[in-house]
């Protein structure tokens, strides 16, 4: 890797030297191997990892436009969620209701799968277990609070999965600005995204998987994938471009690239950290509808993200929408307003970058046995421990595995393609003013926005 890719993101920025080698060589020619995956992200790296596992004498083969982690896997927030983009109301229509709490069940396994597999293997991927503090800072959402607990109790998940805060809870965990209460859930864990794809990928490559950097698929089809160095021939075809699907031939509709925005402070003193607190690394965000997000960081800093930065036109995908300075400036001040002791400290990273929105907010995987077809994606954001599902559940449908991952609720599952454009481009910015102007209503009014309220059920909630 030259220092071209360090400016992706703080993480990015502060890899360590043996991790910024090469994970692999482009295409030269065409090749023939027994499965061919798009994309050496998450999702492409761990169905990899688990199908060399599996069956090491697979001929498996990862072509990649840039280098290993290049997108959103290498420039995310570091949490390592169960949530998932579809609600257990929505995945018990599609299947029972037993099935969704499987679902939810299976997401809260699946952190712990990714700690299992670093403990495995010896990798330092800045862990830490700390859970999620959510805080409500209006009586609105701390009503919202109160009824997030609520439902989840109506669905069996008891205190050990989430629980509500009283005012002095909260604030132990998280010192934040007007504080009444919080949501906590122990399922999530902080952790560096960009040791996590990197160190995944140097094992992926040792296990005999060639992963061709560098080469830019061109579309995929039945039995091939086409780059700008030659095809890919191979039985088993994985789709596993998330946020970037729209660069295929053919798959512009498939998934919206909506950007998300990140910023990270200089290290703070440890007189700052004893007013903010989060001394397990909780991961933090509050009751708000735009969605933010934040860590803790191993070396001291924060990290904090969040939506915002409109959809570009006929999904475009540029180097320079990575930043943009008016959403970077917003994100200060909300970060500045829920924790006043930073707002002398530095700025040292702005970064962003795309990530995969399906029509319906449905995350799904599957296999097409008919095409050879298969994929994983659809994340909307969560996709560090849900694209480790996938590769497993993937594993599992090409080598014919009947486990108890092949028959969850999201696999298979189609959603419907986006709308052409113009209608595309007015109905996701819509949904973002929507949700900011929700925010600043609710704040003056102290009522529910039913606007966004019904935007929430027309996406599936």
Known sequence: MTTRLRHLSL?????????????????????????????????????AYYLARRDPSLRIAIVEAEEAGFGASGR????????????????????TRSEAIRMKRTMFDAVDEISRVADLEGWDIRWSKGGTVVAARTPLQLSGAQDEV???????????????LDRTEAEERLGATDVLGATYTPHCAALDPARLVRQLAGAVARSGVTIHEHTRALSIEPGRVRTDAGDVHAEIVVRATEGYTRTLDGQRRTLAPVYSMMLATEPLSVQTWDQIGLRHRETFADGRNLIIYGQRTIDGRIAFGGRGAPYHWGS??????DRNAGVHSALWEVLVDLLPAISGAAVTHTWGGPLGVPRDWWASCGLDRSTGLAWSGGYVG??????????????DLIT???????????VGHRSRPWEPEPFRWLGT?????????????????????????????????
């Open 400 to 410: 014919g595995e009947q486990s108890d991952l092949v028959s969850l609720p999201w």
């Open 76 to 95: 995310n927030g570091g949490w390592a969620s169960a949530l998932f983009p579809a609600s257990l109301e929505a995945l018990a229509r599609a299947s």
């Open 316 to 321: 475009r995908i540029t180097p320079e929408q």
């Open 11 to 47: 993480w990015w920025d502060s890899l360590p030297a043996d991790l910024t080698r090469p994970m692999g060589t482009p295409l030269t020619g065409d090749r023939t191997v027994d499965v061919a995956i798009v994309g050496a992200g998450f999702t492409g790296l761990w169905t």
């Open 150 to 164: 609520e439902h989840a109790r109506s669905w069996g998940f008891g205190p050990e999965d989430m629980q509500l």
């Open 382 to 395: 969560d996709g560090v421990t849900t694209s480790n599902l996938g590769g497993r559940t993937l594993a």
């Open 429 to 461: 910015n819509i949904g973002l003013r929507v949700m900011t102007s929700a925010d600043e209503k609710e704040a003056r009014t102290g009522k529910r926005s039913r606007t966004a309220a019904l935007f929430a059920r027309k996406l599936g909630h």
